[in-house]
């Protein structure tokens, strides 16, 4: 896979993300990418996620954006 394909495929989760959570602002999905930890903790504050729950999500929306793809 090369870095535009990983690209896009990050944009696809990245609306995925903001779907289901749409309180996180842009600045705050970004985190996924970068700064995992700090994403998690967005997800605990706004949501009451804990992180296991947010990974078990997260997997959920990628086989979601992958059979959509």
Do not use: C, H, P
């Amino acid at each position: 896979m090369n870095k535009e394909q990983a690209s896009g495929k990050f944009d696809q989760l990245r609306g995925e993300i903001k779907k289901t959570w749409g309180k996180l602002t842009n600045d705050e999905v970004d985190y996924f990418d970068g700064n995992i930890t700090k994403f998690y903790g967005v997800l605990k504050e706004k949501y009451g996620l804990s992180k296991e729950m947010a990974e078990k999500r997260i997997k959920e929306l990628e086989k979601a954006s992958k059979k959509a793809a």
